[in-house]
């Protein structure tokens, strides 16, 4: 079965500086992986994938990711964090057809 | 104008109550999902439906019942509720069923369940 782990339960930065939330993969076949955020009560939105091609994905709000092969990684990153990017991040990978299986969350806090 | 709607988004009921969980998604997509999260912030899928049909069903107790009237919506109806129902319910669809692993799955704002 395909799953993802996230080894941090909460990352914390402040204002202006880079950021990185990890997520390592395992797969048989072809990675398909996505990165969602979820703020306080709300839903789970819908950041970047990886499906295939270029390694640096880009995605929503100034987020990409690196999908890393040799050390089965699809780390989140955004060269300079903001407060309003404090939320719940999930690491997800696609299981067959229809299921997302998603990693345990990282929650992200920026600092003023 | 919101793409996948779910109602209500708060729900505090009695145990041993049968409630009903609304979704409908505008997206014209033709699979829909239920995915539940707990305390602890796990998501985990329940449902999945392609074009009205049931296609994942994952160990969910069978006083879970969804049901889906169309493409466009899946309902959830949970009988005799019990407090370890108490999460928030997410639906979500997508489109495509086999061969299209890299779409994409919209989720909705989320039903926050409460047994009490």
């Known amino acids: 079965a395909q799953s993802v782990a996230q080894p941090e339960d909460q990352v914390n930065v402040a204002e202006g500086n880079p950021l990185t939330v990890k997520c390592t993969y395992s797969v048989s076949g072809n990675p398909y992986l996505f990165w969602y955020v979820q703020y306080p009560n709300r839903g789970l939105q819908f950041l970047l994938k990886?499906?295939?091609?270029?390694?640096l994905v880009k995605g929503s709000y100034g987020f990409e990711a690196e999908f890393n092969k040799s050390q089965t990684s699809f780390h989140l990153k955004k060269p300079s964090a903001l407060v309003s990017d404090s939320a719940l991040y999930f690491c997800a990978v696609r299981d067959g057809f229809q299921k997302l299986v998603f990693g345990t969350g990282t929650r992200l806090l920026v600092s003023p | 104008d919101t793409a996948v709607s779910q109602t209500p988004k708060y729900l505090v009921t009695q145990m041993g109550n049968d409630k009903s969980i609304k979704c409908e998604q505008n997206?014209?997509?033709?699979?829909m999902y239920w995915y539940k999260q707990d305390s602890k912030k796990f998501l985990k899928i329940m449902f999945s439906?392609?074009?009205?049909?049931?296609?994942i069903n994952e160990t969910v107790p069978n006083r879970f019942s969804p049901k889906s009237p169309d493409k466009a919506h899946l309902n959830l109806h949970i009988n005799s509720l019990e407090l370890g129902d108490s999460a928030v319910y997410f639906c979500?669809?997508?489109?495509?069923?086999?061969?299209?692993?890299?779409?994409?799955?919209?989720f909705g704002e989320g039903s926050w369940l409460t047994v009490v």
């Open positions: 979500a669809s997508s489109q495509g069923y086999r061969g299209q692993r890299g779409n994409t799955i919209y």
């Open positions: 990886y499906i295939t091609g270029d390694n």
């Open positions: 997206l014209g997509h033709d699979t």
């Open positions: 439906y392609n074009n009205k049909e049931l296609i």
